[in-house]
């Protein structure tokens, strides 16, 4: 077997080109747009490569290639953990452990000559919205950048020696009969009407404003967890740029109190299922063609809530119900949606798990997040509970 750093064009198609090899027959698989992870291996769109690095490799077995995977770190996301910790992801592997070991290997010895001390993975060199942890639970078609992969990588990871940092879960809301009694309506029609409190949705015309106010509440809400950095205003509205096509302005909702911004959520369309009719991942001139025309027939009929974020002095106030009281007139308005799914909530933060099952959604899914320590006789730990 031979490894061969990604480093030429021909390469990248075959970094793309193997996970369609390896999906062949699985009806689940919903090839990822290609354009969208080759912006992440782009120092000119991710700005993440101003303070970290990424590559990528291929694994050849007789001229054949049997698997792939990337390393990347930032500082920004290795500084906040007891060790440097940096990543691997974008994985895929034959069911071989040998290869599995080869590529994990590559990883690590590059993170390591760059100054690392541990590896996380699978997740992204970009915002943990997308391609982020390893399913274990739920192999079923799965939402737009919401990871997908065999059950056999789980085994992969382990025997190779990574542990399972935080369990990532995934809700699913059924809008049509939604599993919510008259009461939690009236409660949410009572906290939507509360005086110095406002509901409002985010427009492109004003997204500055949004994206600041968005850093506000997130910095609130999660600076408390161990890890916690700051996103920076330029990030998000690249991200915003960049993914203007999943977005319905009326799919992002803020709550204010006397003006200050103290809870957000953010839903995107799940262009999965247009993808999934598109088959090659490549948005060429006949695919634009064919998203548009799925986009206006309305075939996209399932939503995900990416991100849902609430400042610690507002929690336990109802405000989650305000805001799906207008969300709720949303959905009403586009009753071809008739799915809505709430991804994901890690372990570590109970009070939000707890939340979504409060408003009747089903756990459906279930991704991990695995760490590999360099010193196998450092104590490993698993990640914090949010109190």
Known sequence: MQVIQVTNPKLVNEFHRLPKELYKNDQNWIPPL???IENTFDPGKNKRFKTGDAARWLLFENNIC???IAAFYDEAYSSGYEQPTGACGFFECINR???ANLLFDTARKWLAENGLEAMDGPVNFDENFFFWGLLTDGFQPQTFGMQYN???YFELFTNYGFRTYYKQYSYSLDITTPDLPDRFWKIADWVAKKPGYSFEHFTFAKQNKYIRDFIEIHCEAWKGHGNYKPIEFQLLKDLLRNARILIDEEFIWYVYHNNKP???LMMIRDL???LQKLESGKLNFWNKIRLFYFLKTKTIKRCRVIVMGMTPGYQGKGLESGIFHHLKKVMQKKSWYNDME???VGDF???MNALFKSLGAKQTLTHQTLRYLFDREKVFKMAPIIE
């Open 34 to 36: 290609q354009m969208m």
């Open 66 to 68: 049997i698997g792939r």
């Open 97 to 99: 452990q040998e290869a």
């Open 150 to 152: 065999p059950a056999y």
């Open 262 to 264: 103290v809870a957000f």
């Open 272 to 274: 999965n299922q247009i």
């Open 342 to 344: 709430m991804s994901w």
């Open 349 to 351: 933060n109970p009070k």
